[in-house]
């Protein structure tokens, strides 16, 4: 089903698909969010809005994607598990598609422990995939998971996170294919700094045929310093940062630059490999950086669709 989403006409299309990020503020400002927008908007094809990411409470992610499209800018509403119920989910979906939403990143979320309220109460209701289930019921057959009929349609571009990265590895493909079935119609992976880890992955991916099933885009994360590039090698759960990359950042007389350099060649070599639609940039506290980046990887114009 066409959900009339741009990132959709984009990678239909056969373009090399760009997705940027933005984190909404901790406050009520919409002006941060057309502000952060505005920078973004020329460089990419969608812009994902985060559901409290890291389980901090910020502005809905719904209300900074309705923001966006009043910006004429085609966003993708991550949508977390962990907050939310069934109903909750439902009725924000619907909320969403009457906004001219038309993207949704399913995820679990971040436990709360990692947040500001660390003892707020988990609700998981649905897993991810599930909650993917549920969207194209919705979507397909007009139908709330009850059973009951839908006034409207769903037209939704369904999407989901992937971990290549993740142990017991060869396991990661399978559940790549759990999603897929699930209704999965795009994916977003964590950031890749092993290509050859990368590389072996969607050998496997191509191996089961899955890449002519999904849209993926490859995950990255611009580096701004040594000590960015150490604390995610040593605390962030599910990335691999290879030693020479790290060196690198450490050595470096403008850290920031070299940051941009990486990014640069790991956007050139995931080009490279065969399955891969697109990449989606996660600049974490430093989206100023992203037009810089795509321009100089030669991502710039981007398709008029």
């Known amino acids: 089903m066409k959900s009339g989403s741009n990132l959709e006409k984009v990678l239909t299309e056969g373009h ?22 505005e920078h973004l908007k020329h460089c990419c094809d969608a812009m994902n809005v985060t559901d409290n990411q890291t389980a901090i409470v910020r502005m809905s992610s719904l209300a900074a994607c309705a923001i966006l499209r009043q910006m004429d800018i085609d966003p993708v509403m991550q949508m977390v598990t962990r907050d939310r119920n069934r109903l909750a989910m ?16 399913c995820l679990t979320g971040d436990h709360q422990k990692f947040g500001n309220h660390p003892t707020a109460k988990n609700v998981h209701d649905l897993d991810s995939i599930q909650l ?14 009850s059973g009951d009929k839908i006034s409207g349609d769903v037209p939704i571009f369904i999407g989901a996170a992937a971990n290549p990265f993740a142990d017991p590895f060869e396991f990661r493909v399978l559940r790549l294919a759990k999603k897929i079935k699930a209704g999965g119609d795009f994916i977003q992976t964590q950031a890749v700094f092993d290509i050859p880890r990368f590389t072996k992955w969607m050998e496997m991916v191509r191996d089961q045929g899955l890449h002519e099933q999904v849209y993926i885009l490859a995950g990255l994360i611009p580096m701004k310093s040594a000590g960015m590039a150490r604390y995610m090698k040593k605390y962030v759960a599910g990335l691999m940062i290879p030693d020479e990359l790290v060196k690198r950042m450490a050595g470096a007389s403008d850290a920031k630059e070299e940051g941009v350099n990486i990014a640069c060649e790991l956007i050139e070599q995931i080009r490279d490999i065969p399955g891969v639609r697109g ?12 037009p810089e980046i795509v321009e100089r990887a030669q991502l710039l114009p981007r398709p008029i669709v």
């Open 16 to 37: 090399f698909a760009v997705t940027s990020e933005m984190g909404p503020p901790k406050g009520t400002s919409a002006d941060f969010v057309r502000k952060t927008a």
């Open 90 to 105: 439902q009725s924000d979906i619907l909320g969403a598609v009457a906004l001219g939403i038309r993207n949704l990143l």
């Open 132 to 145: 993917e289930q549920m969207i194209k019921t919705m979507r397909d057959e007009g139908l709330f998971m």
């Open 279 to 290: 990449i989606h940039i996660m600049a974490v506290a430093w989206e100023k950086i992203v």
